[in-house]
């Protein structure tokens, strides 16, 4: 009987991270500090970040060891499966082989304890009592609040007001795991208190939350600040997931054609497609397609130069694709999403063509979620269900030209706490939201920071 799933054993998971930094075509642009312009040092990142996580910001090694003590946790759920999505295929009537890696078997539901665990690790090291944060869907804010459990350390997360009214069970996870949990804006730092006087009934988002946890963090001496996607560090952590893939998909004796990810900040993306990279810069057949919503088009619709990580304008500069670190997007229900940033690395991939991105509305997202639902089973995360549409899609090109293309996407976590937006969906309340090109995003990125690198 052909098997549904290809498992690794305990014994057979990665023992190294993948650094793509070595392997990139051209070499990294720095980040600059907000006040001079100038390429930031470690000692401006030491306020914030403990010394290993600075280290491997930007280390040049390709290989860098996991510890036994995160390897240990990660074995609580890792090696995750990777699934052939045979009844998917079939419903598709499609000649492509489907599969898809399962990253929703975490504890937290997603990718993201891949480096909420060696984040807290390495700050309990360096002797941090306390992790502050920001959540957006709530899905970070659960990791990390699970992987300071582990390590008996303190966290604060600042959660995006819109996702902390509409996601109210991720909180009470977030407090099962012993997390302080805030809807940001809040009076609790100046960054929010700023933010509130000029709009007090803003829905917050990413940009702003980011800033109350990072100001929380330099404010005090035990606290650390800890990113749940976007830095360099984070891709690195997630590795593990493509570095698995690829064993999985050798020991099905699959090439992959295509290989798809959902993109908020960058992270399930890059960690799932780095470890291929390699292999297309030596000229195998290979694409990566990063999806994105219509709402929040960064890849797709921003720009590529220097802009803050945050709203307040407190993160170092970093050269990616941006809509404007004032651009607020609405509400959709990919609150995971909703960044107007994204990783410097991945967005040098597709600034150099090396990756490709796309974007879809809510609707037709969430109708591949269904169908997925249906055949496979799982309820994937609202954020997932970008790269299960795109794989859809990918299959129906498939359909029409008769190609039997090997399609991977990452199932970055399932939507088990996202049951209001699909209600929203089968009662057909759900928006599609194509940004005016000239009304919202021209107006972002006017406010881009005046920096000529
Ligand atoms: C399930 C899931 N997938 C994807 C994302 C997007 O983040 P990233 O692009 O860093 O993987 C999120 C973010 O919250 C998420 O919860």
Same mark, same amino acid.
């Given at each position: 009987?052909?098997?549904?799933?290809?498992?690794?054993?305990?014994?057979?998971? #990665? &023992?190294?991270?993948?650094? @793509?930094?070595?392997?990139?075509?051209?070499?990294?642009?720095?980040?600059?500090?907000?006040?001079?312009?100038?390429?930031?040092?470690?000692?401006?990142?030491?306020?914030?970040?403990?010394?290993?996580?600075?280290?491997?910001?930007?280390?040049?090694?390709?290989?860098?060891?996991?510890?036994?003590?995160?390897?240990?946790?990660?074995?609580?759920?890792?090696?995750?499966?990777?699934?052939?999505?045979?009844?998917?295929?079939?419903?598709?009537?499609?000649?492509?082989?489907?599969?898809?890696?399962?990253?929703?078997?975490?504890?937290?539901?997603?990718?993201?304890?891949?480096?909420?665990?060696?984040?807290?690790?390495?700050?309990?090291?360096?002797?941090?009592?306390?992790?502050?944060?920001?959540?957006?869907?709530? &899905?970070?804010?659960?990791?990390?609040?699970?992987?300071?459990?582990?390590?008996?350390?303190?966290?604060?997360?600042?959660?995006?007001?819109?996702?902390?009214? &509409?996601?109210?069970?991720?909180?009470?996870?977030?407090?099962?795991?012993?997390?302080?949990?805030?809807?940001?804006?809040?009076?609790?730092?100046?960054?929010?208190?700023?933010?509130?006087?000029?709009?007090?009934?803003?829905?917050?988002?990413?940009?702003?939350?980011?800033?109350?946890?990072?100001?929380?963090?330099?404010?005090?001496?035990?606290?650390?600040?800890?990113?749940?996607?976007?830095?360099?560090?984070?891709?690195?952590?997630?590795?593990?997931?493509?570095?698995?893939?690829?064993?999985?998909?050798?020991?099905?004796?699959?090439?992959?054609?295509?290989?798809?990810?959902?993109?908020?900040?960058?992270?399930?993306?890059?960690?799932?497609?780095?470890?291929?990279?390699?292999?297309?810069?030596?000229?195998?057949?290979?694409?990566?397609?990063?999806?994105?919503?219509?709402?929040?088009?960064?890849?797709?619709?921003?720009?590529?130069?220097?802009?803050?990580?945050?709203?307040?304008?407190?993160?170092?500069?970093?050269?990616?694709?941006?809509?404007?670190?004032?651009?607020? #997007?609405?509400?959709?229900?990919?609150?995971?999403?909703?960044?107007?940033?994204?990783?410097?690395?991945?967005?040098?991939?597709?600034?150099?063509?090396? @990756?490709?991105?796309?974007?879809?509305?809510?609707?037709?997202?969430?109708?591949?979620?269904?169908?997925?639902?249906?055949?496979?089973? @799982?309820?994937?995360?609202?954020?997932?269900?970008?790269?299960?549409?795109?794989?859809?899609?990918?299959?129906?090109?498939?359909?029409?030209?008769?190609?039997?293309?090997?399609?991977?996407?990452?199932?970055?976590?399932?939507?088990?706490?996202?049951?209001?937006?699909?209600?929203?969906?089968?009662?057909? &309340?759900?928006?599609?939201?194509?940004?005016?090109?000239?009304?919202?995003?021209?107006?972002?990125?006017?406010?881009?920071?005046?920096?000529?690198?």
């Amino acid at each position: 009987m052909d098997s549904y799933k290809i498992h690794l054993s305990e014994a057979e998971m #990665p &023992q190294e991270w993948y650094n @793509i930094i070595p392997d990139l075509p051209s070499p990294m642009p720095p980040y600059l500090h907000p006040a001079t312009g100038l390429p930031i040092t470690p000692a401006d990142l030491a306020a914030i970040f403990p010394p290993a996580l600075i280290e491997q910001e930007v280390s040049p090694e390709r290989w860098i060891p996991i510890p036994d003590e995160v390897r240990r946790i990660y074995q609580l759920w890792r090696p995750s499966p990777l699934h052939r999505a045979y009844n998917l295929e079939k419903a598709l009537k499609t000649p492509a082989r489907i599969y898809y890696k399962n990253e929703s078997v975490s504890p937290a539901g997603s990718h993201k304890p891949n480096t909420a665990v060696p984040q807290a690790y390495y700050n309990k090291a360096a002797g941090i009592k306390r992790l502050a944060t920001e959540t957006g869907a709530g &899905q970070w804010g659960c990791a990390l609040s699970l992987a300071c459990n582990f390590f008996a350390m303190e966290c604060t997360v600042y959660m995006v007001k819109v996702s902390y009214h &509409q996601k109210p069970y991720r909180r009470s996870l977030m407090h099962i795991w012993g997390a302080s949990v805030y809807p940001s804006p809040t009076d609790r730092t100046q960054a929010g208190r700023n933010i509130l006087a000029a709009d007090p009934e803003t829905s917050g988002s990413l940009g702003m939350a980011i800033s109350e946890a990072v100001e929380d963090a330099a404010t005090h001496e035990d606290t650390n600040y800890a990113l749940g996607s976007v830095l360099n560090h984070v891709m690195l952590h997630q590795t593990i997931v493509g570095l698995e893939t690829k064993k999985q998909l050798a020991l099905a004796g699959e090439t992959p054609d295509v290989l798809i990810g959902c993109v908020g900040g960058g992270s399930n993306f890059a960690g799932f497609c780095f470890p291929f990279v390699p292999d297309k810069l030596k000229g195998q057949d290979i694409r990566f397609v990063a999806v994105e919503p219509t709402a929040c088009p960064t890849l797709t619709k921003g720009a590529y130069t220097y802009d803050f990580g945050d709203t307040a304008g407190l993160t170092p500069l970093i050269l990616m694709y941006t809509l404007g670190h004032s651009f607020v #997007p609405s509400g959709i229900h990919a609150g995971g999403l909703r960044y107007h940033g994204d990783a410097p690395l991945l967005c040098q991939l597709v600034h150099e063509k090396v @990756i490709e991105a796309r974007a879809y509305a809510q609707n037709p997202v969430f109708e591949a979620a269904r169908l997925f639902a249906v055949t496979e089973g @799982i309820i994937p995360a609202p954020e997932t269900a970008h790269a299960v549409r795109a794989a859809v899609d990918e299959a129906l090109v498939c359909k029409d030209t008769g190609q039997a293309k090997c399609i991977v996407f990452n199932l970055s976590g399932h939507g088990h706490f996202d049951l209001a937006a699909y209600d929203a969906f089968l009662e057909g &309340q759900l928006k599609d939201i194509e940004l005016d090109p000239d009304e919202n995003i021209k107006k972002a990125l006017a406010n881009l920071p005046k920096i000529n690198p």
